[in-house]
């Protein structure tokens, strides 16, 4: 939905009860008001994200008055954008999370109001898609897994929250008192569902911490990564750019020599990231171990 958390007296837009819908400014596109302070919320289910395509911005630049903020699931609410005149026009945006706002501040002392139209945009509220090949996977009929673990191409998942933090070393050999390893990912459909996994583990439920060691490492110190498992490496989704330094994973920060997944938002799955074997960073990795199968005796299953 869509509403207001702050507006003086002045009505901004119209609350939307829906996954969709208009936000614009009072009077749009005619009057628009000399002095106003609005703020437009738009909040989704858990585990859902907003995208918000702007329409029309016509606004002041003496000040930026408008502004696009974010709630980033690390670091709570950043503003990702300033707006005024002609700027970001037809521009879309896309939270990290469930959570989107839009801030406008509107003084008499910008003189220039009197000729702005104001701004005109449209929301859409949407949760992560799995392509069609997550969707066609073989039969898993006559495999179980433990309570606690998800059963995915006839292997069992397990996301672990420790009571303390560990380090990747730590936590790759509480993974094998389960039996299990840190989990390797073969391929975009695995990678898929185990997005799936930390969105409900991560954003949904709040059981696992966004940082989660995986099972690859780099066994040579020379950026040869290796899965634990013994898995072929065939497939990565490295982030494009580490949000401290621009670059791109691996190595956008600084050198390290084990990987985790790092949810930063919850629409795309290319969240991996280099990280120190030694330092305990998070309480959280993932486990992988192969599913039981279950035969009638005497029989097959």
């Known amino acids: 939905m869509a509403r207001k958390t702050a507006c003086g007296n002045i009505r901004c837009g119209n609350p939307d009860q829906y996954r969709c819908g208009l936000i614009y400014t009072p009077g749009y596109p005619t009057v628009f008001p000399s002095s106003a302070y609005c703020v437009w919320t738009i909040d989704g289910p858990r585990g859902s994200y907003v995208t918000l395509l702007l329409l029309d911005v016509d606004l002041p630049c003496a000040s930026r008055v408008l502004q696009v903020r974010d709630r980033f699931l690390t670091v709570g609410w950043n503003t990702i954008h300033g707006l005024c005149r002609g700027e970001g026009e037809q521009k879309r945006y896309v939270s990290s999370s469930n959570e989107m706002r839009l801030v406008m501040l509107a003084t008499s002392h910008n003189t220039d109001f009197g000729d702005s139209r104001g701004f005109l945009a449209t929301f859409n509220v949407s949760t992560f898609s799995t392509s069609r090949q997550v969707k066609n996977i073989p039969a898993d009929a006559g495999f179980i897994c433990p309570c606690g673990w998800h059963l995915f191409r006839r292997n069992c998942y397990m996301t672990v929250r420790h009571h303390v933090p560990v380090n990747w070393e730590e936590s790759d050999v509480m993974c094998r008192e389960f039996g299990a390893n840190l989990t390797s ?36 110190l020379n950026r040869t990564f290796v899965w634990t498992d013994g898995t072929p490496v065939t497939y990565m989704d490295w982030s494009p750019m580490d949000v401290r330094t621009w670059f791109p994973q691996p190595d956008g ?45 005497g029989g097959s299953a």
């Open 185 to 220: 990912v073969a391929d975009r459909a695995e990678m898929e569902f185990l997005h799936l996994l930390l969105v409900t583990n991560v954003v949904v439920k709040r059981i696992a911490d966004p940082m989660l060691f995986i099972g690859l490492y780099d066994v040579f």
């Open 253 to 297: 920060a600084k050198i390290n020599y084990c990987v985790a997944i790092v949810m930063k938002n919850v629409w795309g799955t290319d969240q991996w990231y280099d990280e120190s074997c030694d330092e305990r960073a998070t309480r959280s990795f993932i486990c992988k171990r192969a599913a039981e199968h279950v035969t009638r005796p």
